[in-house]
């Protein structure tokens, strides 16, 4: 499972492949979710597109988003601060 409830919302355990052709989530690798970004990992660039996709496709504020783990890795551990349950974050979930 690539997500885990926490205190106010969930982690996400992510996989993210940088300067891809185009962005968005592509399916669940092991226990990661597999997002492709068309970001270059410089400067942040790639970590801001993370943030911004992530809340755009589950519908929150960007500010609900934070990498709490792997700044400057590929694997990253994302807290996304949510109000509600496992269920609702399945249907806000693209997956």
């Not at 996989?15 to 592509?26: A, E, N, P």
């Amino acid at each position: 499972m690539f997500y885990k409830k926490a205190p106010n919302g969930f982690l996400l355990e992510i996989k993210v492949v940088t300067r891809s052709s185009k962005s968005g989530f592509f399916g669940v690798t092991g226990d990661k979710l597999k997002v492709n970004l068309m970001s270059a990992p410089v400067k942040g660039k790639a970590n801001k597109e993370l943030v911004k996709l992530l809340s755009k496709k589950l519908g929150i504020p960007k500010n609900s988003v934070s990498i709490e783990r792997g700044e400057t890795s590929a694997n990253k551990t994302v807290f996304v601060k949510l109000k509600g349950t496992a269920p609702f974050f399945k249907r806000r979930c693209p997956l």
